[in-house]
């Protein structure tokens, strides 16, 4: 009993020992959490320190960011105006070429025209239906109905749907005879579009080169008819009654041209080929000259000039026009005939013979308003004078054909008194005429 007492009391100092130790592990645990406090702050202030330098280099390449944003943007609205400006400089440089050349044709300086268009407008404005017409039309006053007749086909045919000038496509058609492209060129229009004025003056054209005048009359009575303000439709209308003798009637569809546009000038010649039928060869002056006035590049309005003061016995005057015409376009067949009449009636045979082998150098064909080839029948005036010899009493006539009939802007006029006696053409009366087959006979005819 007493060993185990004595093993027993031997415990105490092993228990004594027991705090010793552990104060020693906690002082152990202290020193290594210590360090490991210290190393967390010191990770977690070279984190804090990573992290603001990571965020000021974030804001730094925001900034960067955004001032590049902000360069971009305005690079960019500075590019846009610029390419605005120059869209916008570009579009007023066309206007003004066009509005130029429009001018230049508006004044009847149709080379001048023609060069402005096609020297100044860019390629793909230049083959536009309206620039193209414009062209077509200055060849057209300048009496170059080929060159015309081209550049109108070639509108007709890339557009068959525009109407616009397509009247002035006919009388280059007219002019040259062509039955047979005017008759499809009206059949055409016809089947597009039977409101509007441009068609029925080409059909009166049609039925005007086929020699059918009364038919030609109902037309471009209908033409009137479709739009009163269409000035040409008059123009046509009257010449054809001229040439039917209704010559009162005639007279009424100049004024009410003139009436509408007093810068129609086609109206105020039209007046003066009446006055120089009835042989009232003063007043056919004064209307020629007022007729010159408005269009001083038209040659053939010069010899009509220079016709009624021979008429008229001032021959030295006469001479002095036509020699003025003949300057102008030296190629106008009349001119040089008139001139040569003018030189025989002088006595100077010498200048009438080399006045007349000039002519004779000229292609026939452009005198069939002279002879009895004129498919109006209006000018007989080269028979005349050689039947009749030197005579100062002998009758001029004068022809639409010798004189480019253009489409004017109508002004607005309130009333149409003078042509309330028109006669109104009914659908029926149309389809008996195109459907009577006699389009497709002159069309065979050809």
Not at 130 to 146: D, F, K, N, P
């Amino acid at each position: 009993m007493l060993e185990w007492e004595v093993k027993t009391f031997e415990g105490p100092p092993d228990f004594c020992s027991t705090p010793i130790a552990s104060r020693r592990s906690k002082l152990r645990i202290t020193k290594l959490n210590l360090n490991e406090v210290i190393d967390k702050d010191k990770k977690n202030e070279k984190d804090t320190l990573k992290e603001k330098i990571e965020t000021i280099t974030s804001t730094n390449d925001s900034k960067v960011l955004l001032n590049n944003s902000l360069n971009t943007a305005q690079t960019m609205a500075h590019h846009v105006l610029s390419l605005r400006k120059q869209s916008a400089d570009g579009l007023m440089s066309l206007l003004r070429e066009l509005g130029q050349g429009f001018q230049l044709l508006s004044q009847y300086k149709c080379k001048e025209a023609i060069e402005c268009l096609e020297t100044s407008i860019p390629a793909h404005q230049l083959n536009t239906s309206w620039v193209q017409s414009l062209i077509g039309l200055a060849y057209y006053e300048l009496t170059e109905y080929e060159k015309s007749c081209v550049i109108f086909r070639k509108i007709h045919e890339q557009d068959p749907k525009r109407l616009e000038h397509m009247e002035i496509f006919s009388s280059c058609l007219w002019h040259l005879q062509k039955e047979t492209e005017i008759s499809c060129l009206a059949q055409d229009l016809i089947a597009q579009d039977k409101t509007s004025p441009v068609t029925w003056c080409v059909a009166g054209n049609c039925f005007s080169l086929h020699r059918e005048h009364d038919t030609a009359i109902k037309f471009f009575k209908r033409a009137v008819q479709v739009d009163p303000e269409f000035v040409y439709s008059y123009t046509l209308l009257g010449h054809e009654l001229v040439l039917t003798e209704e010559l009162d009637k005639a007279m009424s569809s100049f004024r009410t041209a003139m009436m509408k546009n007093s810068r129609h000038y086609n109206a105020w010649f039209g007046m003066g080929t009446i006055y120089s039928k009835q042989e009232k060869y003063d007043l056919a002056e004064i209307h020629f000259k007022q007729a010159f006035r408005l269009n001083p590049r038209n040659s053939v309005i010069l010899v009509h000039i220079g016709a009624m003061q021979f008429f008229q016995q001032k021959k030295e005057k006469a001479f002095e026009t036509l020699s003025k015409a003949v300057t102008l376009d030296p190629k106008n067949p009349l001119a040089k005939f008139h001139r040569a009449t003018l030189f025989l009636a002088l006595s100077k045979y010498s200048e009438a013979l080399k006045e007349l082998e000039e002519l004779k150098e000229i292609d026939l064909k452009n005198l069939y308003w002279a002879t009895d080839l004129d498919p109006k029948g209006a000018n007989n005036q080269v028979k005349d004078v050689f039947d009749n010899g030197n005579n100062d009493d002998s009758q001029l006539s004068s022809d639409a054909a010798d004189l480019g009939i253009t489409s004017s802007v109508a002004a607005e006029v309130s009333s149409r008194a003078e042509f309330g006696e028109l006669e109104q053409i009914s659908e029926e009366e149309e389809e008996s005429v195109f459907n009577s087959g006699e389009f497709e006979g002159n069309y065979e005819s050809d």
